[in-house]
């Protein structure tokens, strides 16, 4: 099966990958769907995690978003896996046009990888409210409670798609028209159930669609090749 994933890769100089948080797992980073994911995790509130990571939840319970958002969506400490670093050789080859990634942790770019679409964001992007200065992630990390600017004292947010808030169209585009123009599709650690990210997959036309991921997906009979393993084993 990894013979013909190769004779994929080798027969093509216009793939494009389309990567969830499967692809970050073995980076010691938790997905959000799995028995182990962050969903199934007891948090110290009384909302759910999709509550406590909402756009409402963020304006109205500043020190608790914050508190949360440090201890589960952060993880400075991880490394790029095999995944990252296949995925940026390939980059480096010629052959891989754009990584479109729903992932916030920037790994793929620590791995190398020029070309990424990050469609909810990155947790190290971060901005005032009030006057729009850039920080990083140390910044965020170091604030003792709410993160403020020291310009203005308007309070830095992450720069990550919270829910109930729209993703950046000009991203989307993009995604778009490089899903639409790729020869092949791997699609990998992505359960497919978050829209509108999991309605790409249908703008592509090209000539092969490869899904690595452990479970089942809506889209494995659509598939030419479809292999259940970990996608760092599988690419690395």
């Known amino acids: ?25 073995e980076s010691n980073i938790p997905d959000f769907r799995s028995a182990t994911g962050l969903y199934n995790q ?12 909402s756009h409402g939840y963020y304006v109205h319970h500043r020190k608790e ?16 896996n095999a995944a990252h670093i296949a995925l940026a050789k390939l980059e480096e080859r010629g052959k891989l046009k754009a990584v479109i990634t729903q992932n916030v942790d920037g790994l793929h770019q620590a791995a190398g990888s ?10 190290h992007r971060n901005y005032c409210e009030s006057c729009g200065e850039r920080y990083g992630l140390d910044f965020v990390l170091a604030a003792a409670d709410i993160p403020t600017c020291p310009k203005c004292g308007g309070v830095v947010r992450p720069d990550v798609v919270l829910y109930g ?19 092949v599709l791997i699609i990998g650690g992505t359960s497919l159930v978050v829209y509108p990210a999991a309605g ?13 991921n452990r479970d089942a997906t809506s889209q494995d009979t659509k598939a030419d090749l479809v292999i259940r393993e970990k996608i760092g084993e599988v690419l690395g």
């Open 114 to 123: 020029k070309n990424v679409l990050e469609l909810h964001g990155s947790v």
């Open 42 to 53: 007891k948090n110290q509130t009384t909302y759910s995690v999709e509550e406590v990571l």
């Open 165 to 183: 808030e729209g993703l950046d169209m000009n991203v989307m585009e993009r995604a778009v028209r490089y899903i639409a123009a790729a020869d």
């Open 1 to 25: 099966m990894h013979k013909e994933l190769k004779e994929i890769i080798e027969s093509s100089n216009n793939i494009v990958f389309f990567g969830g948080a499967g692809v970050s797992t």
């Open 200 to 212: 790409l997959v249908s703008y592509f036309r090209g000539q092969k669609l490869v899904l690595i």
């Open 65 to 80: 978003f914050f508190d949360f958002y440090k201890h589960h969506l952060v993880f400075p400490e991880a490394k790029p």
